[in-house]
């Protein structure tokens, strides 16, 4: 079946660094990936919507110049969450559909956290 | 898109059935009903997707009344390894995606 990988699984940085989160389909093409933020004991909360070629767009109270998403091939999609502060830290998952299978496939998830 | 409404939580034991009902009442009529399962400190995986009536795959069943303002997840003869938290969504292909989670029903299978 469809596979998302996602990388890294967890990290942790300095407040004020950038992170880089990627998001790879590894046997389908996918023109778009979401990708959500979810906060402990709470449930996915979408954050944009990842364009292959083009600008992702983003939900509302998202701050594009802060989560720089970048989809710049049919495989792989970028999250970079730049100048980090500790309450970025959360859990960041991607997803993409395979429009041969069912339903979209979720990466594993970043545990990203800010020190 | 559709706005969906699930219990916060329920209980079951081991081997018994457990049924999750999600309240979809502005589904439109392209909409298909989606349900995802997440474990802690994963990504959600999928389960099984509907459109009316009832679907059945390897691991559960969607039951989908005819107006399909609702749908009803059944996870037949739970073991303590389905404890997790079940989404369902709405939402009709690529705006799938797009669909919002709801709070999800988090289940908690007891030995």
């Known amino acids: 079946g469809a596979v998302v990988s996602q990388h890294p699984s967890w990290v942790i940085c300095k407040s004020g660094t950038s992170v880089k989160i990627e998001c790879r389909s590894l046997d389908f093409q996918a023109t778009t990936m979401f990708w959500y933020r979810q906060f402990p004991k709470q449930s996915l909360m979408l954050m944009a919507t990842s364009n292959e070629g083009s600008k992702a767009t983003y939900e509302q109270g998202v701050e594009k110049d802060k989560f720089l998403i970048n989809h710049a091939s049919l495989t792989l999609s970028t999250l970079t969450v730049t100048s980090a502060h500790p309450e970025d830290s959360s859990f960041y998952i991607c997803?993409?559909?395979?429009?041969?299978?069912?339903?979209?496939?979720f990466g594993s998830g970043t545990r990203l956290t800010v020190v | 898109l559709a706005k969906t409404t699930q219990p916060i939580s329920m209980d079951s034991y081991e081997g018994q059935e457990v049924n999750i009902t999600c309240s979809h009442n502005n589904i439109a009529t392209n909409d298909y009903i989606t349900w995802y399962q997440q474990f802690p400190s994963q990504g959600p995986r999928f389960i099984i997707q509907g459109y009316k009536t009832k679907v059945t795959n390897e691991v559960a069943s969607l039951f989908i009344p005819a107006d399909r303002k609702s749908s009803t997840l059944s996870l037949p003869r739970v073991s303590l390894s389905d404890t997790a938290v079940y989404y369902c969504?709405?939402?009709?292909?690529?705006?799938?995606?797009?669909?919002?989670f709801g709070d999800g029903t988090t289940l908690t299978v007891k030995p």
């Open positions: 969504l709405v939402g009709d292909g690529d705006n799938a995606g797009k669909s919002t």
């Open positions: 997803s993409a559909r395979d429009r041969s299978g069912v339903g979209y496939t």
